[in-house]
């Protein structure tokens, strides 16, 4: 918001730290912020500006943050608490805090084509199952689109309920993104669950495309598509008959036509492996961790919280495929000497890598994830220093994103490692498996 007054450093109701704006929309700034009580990172959406005085605005987020908090569900966005307070500039702001993630939007992902069906269809499922919990507490969440689903290494998310009703409520104005908006919300229907999984259908459908069935950027685009009736096709290699069938059922102009939300839940899971509801992230990460199992180790994902404490690890149930094995390109290096050749196999005491099992390639990204996962686990039981986290993630993250001189970098991080180790800001055995892991990051540039 141009006309914000708060600043990094300022601190919200005598607690919330605010470190830099992450987010922006036309009443609201998203900070990553310091919850100095609880002392964990979070995420404080804030109204700051002449709008945050608004009693109406005040209003809506407070009305978001009790939607989020009612639903029970792991795959939606944690909401840990309202307030409205005076700012260290005399405004009155009013804020929620929630759950700060790490990844991607799924419109960033689309924007770089469809999606295999597979993921399409396990993203999909998580949404739904979100969906059919918001739905038995009564919330229609009204504004499910990419931009409000995200993609992290702790699974699919479901975000933003800045728009959601209670069943039954009705509105003078009509809100949300329009190819999303289902038909009768045109005519002032009232929420229900059937316009959520209106929307879930254009979602399944842009994934399985790359486009949403009807393309309208304005409300009367949508009207003049909507009287046209045009029936999208839905014809992508492999999909199985179930999914197109559940796909298009959620997008029948009837709203009685269409499945609710844990219908569609149902028959997407039943069309993955083994009911799996996990996307890319997800199972990179559990790739890579049976790669770090193939050199020697034991992985189970946690949760980090900048500058803080260990929190509690949080497990997610998954079933895990045969670990593979990734070979080191031919140009990787080993470890930088620093005096010990101790390998991770000897460390551990686990078995060698078969010299039969097949090779496989893990992308920069795949890659990158299981250095952060280690990190986060090795952070969590306090072989890491805080301060030393922050920056091999950073370095993490921009050698993820390929730089023309990523190689180097890797490089850069692995010498850097050393120093750390022999600082004692990181531990022996921390070093030996992230340094095993950013080999792996390495050969996956290659």
Known sequence: MQDGQL????????????????????????????????????????????????????????????????????????????????????????YVVMQLLDGVSLAGRLAEGPLPWQDAV?????????????????????????????????GVKLLDFGIAADVGQRDTLTFGTPPYVAPERLVGAPASGS?????????????????????AATWDELERAIAADHRPALAVPGVPPAVAAICLRC?????????????????????????????????????AATVLAGLGYLWRGTVRDDNAAPVPTVSIVVSIPPAVTVQPSPGATPSPTRGRTTSPAA????????PSASPARLTPQQAGRA????????????????????????????????????????????????????????????????????????????
């Open 251 to 287: 997008l029948a102009a009837d709203p009685t036509e269409r499945p609710t939300a844990a219908e569609v839940a149902a028959v997407l899971e039943s069309a993955t492996e083994r009911g799996r509801r996990r996307w890319v992230p997800v199972l990179a990460v559990i790739l």
């Open 195 to 215: 316009t959520d999984v209106y929307a879930l259908g254009v979602l399944l459908f842009e994934m399985l495309t790359g486009a949403p069935p009807v393309r």
């Open 7 to 94: 600043r990094e450093g300022d601190v919200l109701a005598r607690r919330y730290i605010l470190r830099r704006p992450v987010g922006a929309g036309g009443m609201s700034v998203v900070w990553r912020a310091w919850d100095n009580t609880l002392e964990r990172t979070v995420a404080v959406k804030v109204l700051d500006g002449p709008v945050g005085t608004d009693g109406g605005q005040r209003e809506r987020i407070r009305r978001e943050a009790r939607a989020a908090a009612r639903i029970e569900h792991p795959n939606a966005i944690g909401v840990y608490d309202y307030g409205e307070t005076v700012t260290p500039h005399g405004r009155i702001a009013a």
């Open 122 to 154: 396990a993203v999909a499922a998580t949404v739904a199952d979100v969906l059919h919990a918001a739905h038995r507490r009564g919330v229609v969440h009204r504004d499910v689109t990419p931009e409000n689903v995200m993609l992290t290494t702790d």
């Open 371 to 446: 250095v952060l996962a280690v990190v986060d686990r090795r952070f969590a039981a306090g072989e890491i220093r805080t301060d030393v986290v922050d920056d091999i993630r950073n370095q993490v993250n921009n050698i993820m994103a390929q730089p023309p001189d990523a190689a180097r970098r890797v490089e850069m991080l692995r010498k850097q490692l050393i120093d750390r180790e022999r600082e004692r800001s990181i531990s022996a055995g921390a070093y030996d498996e992230i340094d095993a892991a950013v080999v792996v990051l390495g050969a996956s540039l290659a």
């Open 347 to 354: 460390t551990t005491g686990a078995p060698s890598p078969s």
